[in-house]
């Protein structure tokens, strides 16, 4: 997809076509045309997506995404860079709301969306809530908060300190440190590893993270991070939580934008998940990726109600243009 960009210097403006192009996974490189002091109209354009062709460099394989995801991908991903650079608040304010009810719906909690609302918009607890649920929802929002602002390596400190913010003031035993015992996956078949495995299969995990992140795509990289604190299990409770917010703290770090796994998809995403357990990450990393398009890509339909959705460049000024 190629959009349109628009800068202003001294009292005129000047178009460009745009597009990014990702050379490797970590370097991406945006490629321009220059369409001069006014918009060509539709029987001028031809010539300047050929040259634009021509500029572009060889798009980035990745390993489980195919090449029109990439680019789709990386379209999204400057499209929400440009995004944010105008918005004081760089995600909706219902954003940790839908978040944090979903994963913590998908763990079990009953507190409904409107009742989340209620606990993290108006500080009011709902009439009848337990304790421990209302925490949860609480904790939510202070797991997000500091995973967000982390600005680290991927550790045990930092994964472990997720993980107490998710559970802190619960009935959970062990907050901020790997299990001392077995645990089992309600609904799964898979046997996470004996607990004095724990710490150096972490290790090994921190360690392919920083190998992978040149050579996997930042959406393949993400999918994978969550899929190995998912199979590893390395707490006594807390582990989606933990791996959902590690998730989006990858995509954060990439420059793209936190998902919403809903929990009424709960069947497809553990299904997704099972597909991991047994060696195949593809189908996950495909999933992460639709739902990011499916988030944050403007509705087809007329009567659609975006809630989080980033409008590209092109889609603002001239959707014609877009490819």
């Known amino acids: 997809m190629v959009s349109l960009e628009k800068q202003r210097h001294g009292s005129h403006d000047y178009y460009y076509l745009t597009k990014s ?56 991903r400057a499209a929400a860079t440009e995004f944010y650079k105008n918005q004081d608040e760089p995600l909706p304010r219902d954003f940790i709301i839908r978040f944090t009810y979903n994963t913590n719906a998908i763990e079990g909690n009953p507190l409904t969306l409107r009742q989340t609302a209620l606990i993290l918009a108006d500080n009011i607890v709902p009439q009848g809530a337990r304790t421990e649920y209302v925490m949860e929802v609480l904790n939510g929002k202070d797991a997000w908060e500091y995973s967000k602002n982390y600005e680290g390596r991927l550790n045990s400190e930092f994964v472990c300190h997720v993980q107490y913010e998710v559970t802190k003031n619960t009935a959970c035993r062990i907050q901020g440190s790997y299990r001392d015992c077995d645990v089992g996956i309600s609904g799964s078949q898979w046997k996470p590893p004996q607990p004095g495995k724990v710490p150096n299969l972490m290790k090994q995990v921190f360690e392919s993270y920083q190998k992978q992140r040149k050579t996997l795509h930042p959406i393949e990289l993400a999918s994978w991070l969550h899929n190995q604190i998912a199979q590893i299990h390395p707490f006594t409770d807390g582990n989606g939580r933990t791996a959902r917010l590690l998730m989006n703290w990858a995509l954060h770090r990439a420059g793209f934008p936190p998902a919403v796994i809903e929990v009424k998809y709960k069947e497809e995403y553990y299904s997704q998940i099972e597909e991991a357990d047994k060696g195949n990450q593809q189908p996950f990393a495909k999933y992460l990726a639709r739902l990011l398009f499916e988030q ?8 659609a109600s975006p809630q989080n959705q980033i409008p590209s460049l092109a889609a603002k000024k001239a959707s014609k243009m877009l490819i």
């Open 21 to 76: 192009v990702r050379l490797s996974a970590t370097k991406t490189r945006k490629v321009r045309v220059f369409l001069g002091r006014k918009l060509p109209n539709d029987s001028e354009l031809k010539p300047y997506f050929l040259e634009l062709d021509r500029k572009s460099p060889r798009q980035y394989k990745a390993k489980w995404l195919s090449s029109d995801e990439s680019e789709q991908l990386e379209d999204l």
């Open 296 to 303: 944050y890509t403007l509705p087809k339909a007329e009567n």
